[in-house]
Nanobody, 119 residues
Framework: QVQVVESGGGLVQPGGSLRLSCAASGGIFSISTGGWYRQAPGKGRELVAS???????NYADSVKGRFTISRDNAKATVYLQMNSLKPEDTAVYYC?????????????WGKGTLVTVSS
């Protein structure tokens, strides 16, 4: 059974920083893609950043240069360092672990952590 648990959300002022963490149990993290998605009020869920097991990293255009994704396979954890935060970054942030099994891709999701950027 794979479990994904996020932490690190909270309230921050514009221009501030936060670091999100996501721990995945179940033993598949090192061979899976770890990613962060977000959903703002009234909007759909969107990809923020992802990091494959092979080291390929992808960012949404809106966060390039401000957010950094990293992963620690030994700890089965993926991080999202968010700098220069803007009010439009306010959203629930979800961690995703995608495992490419022999049946096809399988997605595991955390419950989400709220990030609020406001003065």
């Amino acid at each position: 059974q794979v479990q994904v648990v996020e932490s690190g959300g909270g309230l921050v002022q514009p221009g501030g920083s936060l670091r999100l963490s996501c721990a995945a149990s179940g033993g598949i993290f090192s061979i899976s893609t770890g990613g962060w998605y977000r959903q703002a009020p009234g909007k759909g869920r969107e990809l923020v950043a992802s990091a494959t097991s092979g080291g390929n990293i992808n960012y949404a255009d809106s966060v390039k240069g401000r957010f950094t994704i990293s992963r620690d396979n030994a700890k089965a954890t993926v991080y999202l360092q968010m700098n220069s935060l803007k009010p439009e970054d306010t959203a629930v942030y979800y961690c995703n672990v995608r495992h490419n099994s022999w049946l096809g891709p399988v997605d595991y999701w955390g419950k989400g952590t709220l990030v609020t950027v406001s003065s």
